[in-house]
């Protein structure tokens, strides 16, 4: 066996705090703005949204 | 260096047991394709569906992963700890417990003792016995990374402690019930309540099951294979706790236009997409380690099984979030779209990445060479065929389902019965079992590979350090 | 790099637990101390012995794995199985059976939908009834007898209420008739929204006439639609099984012919035990088909059974 112990710098690139891809960020940030906007749109304390008045403006169309 | 090979040893033991338990399982899943399209392959009263569609679930997860779970984290906790496990007795005896506890599993599922919970169907006495073995695993695992002889934790230590606590907390909680018999409880919880605690349990053992222990493997065992490091320690970091921090808001997403709260639901949507982006992190930070050097992709046979495995991760934690929203919910709720989308995660993520940190650790363990890089590539395309298959026809028939259940004539009045609705799936469920038969197939290849490796390597007692 | 709490276990420990607790505590501690999440209809009962028997088998088979018991407040879904589900239906029901997939249809509006019947004639052989079904039979349930021991355990262990004379009975009851007591009675809190067939009393001044009376076409068609959708109940020659003869002269238990329009108000809304059609009292049993065939369609039946008749 050769094999029982790892250096944990062969994980980890000498420069690790890269910064991070600017797409990511970009994603990481909109969903919490996102998640920001769909809670209030869908909170029936805040919007008043519900989801059987939904079912019934349904009905009535 | 006894220790390790004692402990090796212990490995090698999980992962046979899961590979059985992963055969088990996989033919049962076959049976019950055949029985959905001929109800005749019903036999009553044990084998029939109903049944044994938890025998299946709890043998692929419970047996296949679990298994793999515990002999892998011991493997690699080993190695980053830089020591041999702190307990390896205790490591022996949860071995031998973990396969009398499947195996009573299995036994009293086909009998009907179930919970009715999803993923969590054990009735109280196994599930007592599956908290000790947990125990045991937690006791191995803290011990160890305590007595570690390396100062740094490395990312795949996170994901493995996270998985021992999450997992203990979630199933403790939604398997507390009122004992009424040997077999037989009732949940805890009644009604909506009863609902929510199961769902809160059930998205979360996906999510510290399927994900966090199979990130632990794939962080590990990328870079070791690859010879590359991880990208990025900062991405790592973000994504780790973003990650176990946003799963426990989500479960919710599961009962969308349910008597839930509306608030619940909408919270558990709002976590469940934004979940993509830590989910995401991860998949980043492989592609840009794997991007450093593409060649490694048809030099180093097991890159392919990682990239595709995280892939399949990458699509499952878009599509999974996407069900989440209630325009989507509507249509493809309680219909084979969701299967589809469940075989994509497992077929596709956890058991490439697993078999692919099978493939690495079985030769060092018995100090040799994989058998066959051949016959790692047919089984490699096999299970990704097969898997394709299955989860495309999956995907395509759900989505007829839910629209025929909302198709109306021009009067306002439904235009399909259930049963006209019902046999429209028949032919994709045909196909479906040849997609199962496939994968099968491939996973055949594998264990013939595994077997041959260790054949021809030397046996952990005679290795020598 | 050097460490903060990566190289300290105990520490990262701790943090990943509370930060696990976060979401838990907010999405499902803290609502089980609210009263939103213990609700509970007046009209709800809790289940007596032989429908907890019944249950107990329901998720012994693993129904759940196939059947749903959430009506989802959508259009069309209310239109196919009824009411959409309250939150304070499910007081009693430890677990919850909502389910997850709808391989066969949901059940949360089964509960007096049909006779115990049309059960018992389907947990034998649902291919008698739906030669595509895909559900396997559940015939051996009628040669299981209960063990009332067990029921009454299950009964303390909930808390409900019941009489010694209860438990007595179920020893003579197999776990068919607990089945089919269970089915009877999921989503009985909630009333039926089904009209009677015509208004409870009135007596019609003026009939409509079936608009395709005698029509040839609409006869096939209506032959059709009666091999699919009735002959189950009502037998292949329409002379009765589960349900009534459609041939003969009786009505309601009364001789003598049911006006056009009120034979297709009968197979538009159904009935429900007590509905009173032109003076005619119903038992109850049929399930209306107002959301699953159009007007002419059952216009189309009434044509059919009239020539049937004629023979």
């Given at each position: 066996m050769t094999d029982n112990g790892d250096n944990i710098e062969a994980f980890?690139?000498?420069?690790?705090?890269?910064?991070?891809p600017v797409g990511w960020l970009v994603l990481f940030w909109g969903l919490i703005l996102w998640g920001i906007y769909y809670f209030a749109a869908y909170s029936p304390a805040i919007s008043g949204w519900t989801q059987e008045k939904a079912y019934q403006e349904s009905v009535n169309k | 260096m006894n220790d390790y090979q004692y402990d090796n040893q212990t490995v090698t033991g999980f992962i046979v047991s899961s590979i059985f338990w992963g055969v088990v399982g996989i033919l049962l899943g076959l049976l019950i394709s055949v029985q959905m399209w001929r109800p005749e392959f019903n036999f009553q009263p044990l084998f029939t569906f109903g049944r044994l569609r938890a025998v299946h679930t709890n043998g692929l997860a419970f047996g296949l992963g679990v298994g793999a779970i515990f002999g892998l984290s011991y493997y690699i906790l080993m190695r980053l700890a830089k020591r041999?496990?702190?307990?390896p007795r205790l490591a022996r005896v949860q071995l031998y417990l973990f396969n009398i506890g499947i195996t009573l599993a299995a036994v009293t599922l086909l009998m009907g003792?179930?919970?009715?919970?999803?993923?969590?169907?054990?009735e109280w006495p196994i599930d007592i016995a599956i908290v000790v073995l947990w125990v045991m695993f937690a006791v191995n695992v803290f011990g160890t990374v305590i007595k570690r002889r390396e100062e740094q934790m490395y990312i795949s230590l996170w994901y493995i402690i996270a998985t021992v606590i999450a997992v203990a907390v979630l199933y403790i909680v939604n398997n507390l019930s009122i004992p009424a018999g040997l077999f037989k409880s009732y949940h805890l919880f009644a009604g909506v309540n009863s609902a929510n605690v199961q769902w809160w349990y059930g998205h979360n053992a996906v999510g510290f099951v399927f994900t966090t222990p199979i990130l632990a493997m794939f962080y590990y065992f990328l870079p070791k294979s690859t010879g590359i490091p991880i990208y990025s320690h900062r991405l790592s970091i973000i994504a780790f706790w973003s990650l176990v921090f946003a799963y426990?808001?989500?479960?919710a997403h599961h009962l969308v236009?349910?008597?839930?709260p509306d608030w619940i639901q909408t919270l558990g949507i709002v976590f469940t997409i934004f979940l993509i982006a830590p989910s995401w992190g991860s998949v980043v930070n492989g592609y840009y380690t794997v991007g450093s050097d593409w060649s490694k992709m048809n030099t180093n046979y097991l890159t392919k099984f990682f990239i595709m495995g995280i892939t399949f991760y990458g699509l499952q934690t878009v599509q999974g979030p996407t069900q989440g929203l209630r325009i989507v919910s509507q249509l493809?709720?309680?219909?084979?779209w969701v299967p589809g989308h469940v075989h994509m995660g497992t077929m596709g993520w956890v058991t490439m990445t697993t078999a692919a940190s099978i493939y690495y650790v079985i030769p060092k363990i018995y100090d040799t060479e994989i058998y066959s890089e051949k016959v790692a590539n047919i089984h490699f395309w096999l299970v990704l065929i097969g898997q394709l298959i299955f989860s495309v026809t999956m995907w395509i028939t759900g989505i007829q389902q839910g629209a025929l259940w909302k198709a109306v004539n021009p009067?306002?009045?439904?235009?399909?019965t259930f049963v006209e609705t019902l046999i429209k799936n028949y032919p994709f469920w045909q196909v479906r079992t040849l997609g199962g038969i496939i994968f099968t197939a491939g996973m055949l290849f594998f264990i013939y590979n595994i077997y041959m490796t260790m054949r021809r390597g030397k046996t952990p007692e005679m290795a020598k350090a | 790099m050097s460490g903060g709490i990566y190289s300290k276990p105990i520490a990262f420990a701790i943090t990943a637990t509370v930060v696990i607790l976060i979401g838990t505590s907010v999405t499902m501690f803290y609502p089980m101390m609210t009263v939103q999440m213990h609700p509970k209809l007046d009209s709800l009962k809790p289940f007596t012995a032989l429908e907890l028997a019944g249950r107990d088998i329901y998720q012994r088979e693993g129904c759940v794995n196939c059947h749903t018991q959430t009506v989802r407040p959508l259009k069309t879904e209310v239109m196919r199985y009824g009411e959409y589900s309250k939150a304070?239906?499910?007081?009693?029901?430890?677990?919850?059976?909502?389910?997850?997939?709808?391989t066969g249809p949901d059940?949360?509006?089964?509960?007096?939908?049909?006779?115990?019947a049309w059960h018992v004639k389907h947990f034998l052989s649902p291919q008698s009834m739906?030669?595509?079904?895909n559900m396997p039979a559940y015939a051996f349930l009628k040669d299981a007898r209960l063990d009332p021991e067990a029921v009454e355990a299950h009964m303390k262990a909930l808390g409900f209420p019941y009489s010694p004379g209860e438990i007595q009975a179920?020893?003579?009851?197999?776990d068919m008739d607990a089945l089919v007591a269970y089915m009877q009675v999921i989503g009985a809190a909630v009333k039926k929204t089904a009209a009677p067939?015509?208004?409870?009393?009135v007596i019609k001044e003026t009939h409509i006439p079936n608009?395709?009376?005698?029509?040839q076409k609409a006869i096939a068609r209506g032959a059709e639609l009666y091999a699919k959708?009735?002959?189950?109940?009502?037998g292949p020659d329409a002379?009765?099984?589960?349900?009534?003869?459609?041939?003969?002269?009786?009505?309601f238990y009364i001789k003598g012919d049911l006006p056009d329009d009120d034979y297709f108000e009968v197979i538009n809304n159904g009935t429900s035990e007590g509905s009173v059609e032109d003076g005619r009292t119903a038992r109850g049993g049929m399930p209306g088909y107002k959301d699953s065939l159009k007007k002419d369609d059952i216009w189309s039946i009434v044509a059919f059974l009239r020539s049937k008749k004629a023979e």
């Open positions: 980890e690139a000498k420069e690790t705090s890269r910064k991070l | 041999p496990l702190l307990f003792y179930t919970q009715s919970l999803e993923y969590a169907e054990l426990l808001w989500t479960g236009y349910t008597p839930l493809i709720h309680y219909t084979d009067d306002g009045s439904l235009k399909y | 304070g239906e499910f007081a009693y029901d430890r677990p919850f059976l909502w389910g997850s997939k709808r059940l949360a509006r089964i509960g007096a939908k049909y006779p115990d739906f030669p595509q079904s179920l020893k003579e009851k197999t067939a015509v208004a409870a009393g608009p395709l009376a005698n029509d959708e009735c002959a189950s109940c009502h002379k009765g099984d589960i349900g009534p003869s459609l041939v003969d002269d009786e009505f």
